[in-house]
């Protein structure tokens, strides 16, 4: 089963609004990262955050991590038409080398 | 291009046939990864190489899939007797040595199984 669960599955906002995707994991983690995916396309990795960080910002992304809470949450302030995509969280399992697991997605869309 | 190549970028087979799928990662890269993504589904892991060793097989790799990474280079991934459940964008990723380094991802190849 899939560690990272993302919500809302779907999003719809105007252009220059900001847009809040959250993200739940389920076991202990090294980092989380955020990957975002064009229709038919393959995932483009955004933002990773390490397990002893709590926020980080990358351009117009500000990611934050509260694994107390085993959460995370990806900001895109502004949002521009060409953020349309779908948005996966993926956490690592330090007991499995070398393997991501995916959440189902957040689909945003964003209108002009 | 240096980024991840796959080949190709659509197939469609009939249900029993054999079907082969191409991955080129980065040059630098030794890891290597195939994922599988089905409609509205976050990818799910297939399996992992480090160089030419298949370190990691999912459960979800049955007897009918088979991965390769001769010389530690370009990957395949081969289902035979495909049935309509094998109906999938199977993914690629490469990452540089290292823990949990970020995943380079092709552009997948779409499965169709009629």
């Known amino acids: 089963s899939q560690q990272g669960e993302e919500d809302p599955q779907a999003l719809s906002i105007q252009e220059g609004e900001n847009a809040t995707m959250n993200c739940s994991y389920k076991?202990?983690?090294?980092?989380l990262q955020w990957y975002r995916q064009n229709s038919g396309r393959g995932l483009v990795h955004l933002i990773l955050?390490?397990?002893?960080?709590r926020e980080k910002h990358s351009g117009r992304l500000r990611v934050t991590l509260d694994t107390s809470k085993k959460s995370s949450s990806l900001l895109i302030t502004a949002s521009r038409a060409a953020d349309t995509a779908s948005y996966f969280c993926a956490t690592d399992d330090d007991s499995t080398l070398g393997r991501l697991y995916f959440g189902r997605g957040t689909q945003l869309t964003v209108w002009p | 291009d240096t980024g991840v190549s796959q080949d190709p970028r659509h197939k469609i087979t009939k249900r029993g046939q054999n079907v082969t799928f191409r991955c080129d990662p980065i040059?630098?890269?030794?890891?290597l990864y195939w994922y599988r993504q089905t409609l509205g589904q976050g990818p799910e892991f297939l399996t992992y190489f480090q160089n030419e060793a298949q370190l990691e097989k999912s459960r979800l790799l049955s007897d009918r899939f088979s991965a390769e990474r001769p010389k530690g280079s370009f990957s395949t991934l081969e289902i035979q007797r495909t049935e309509q459940g094998d109906s999938a964008m199977y993914l690629c990723a490469s990452s540089p040595a290292g823990y949990n380094e970020k995943l380079f991802f092709g552009s997948g190849t779409q499965l169709s199984v009629l």
């Open positions: 955050i390490r397990s002893n960080e």
């Open positions: 040059s630098e890269h030794n890891r």
């Open positions: 076991t202990s983690i090294n980092n």
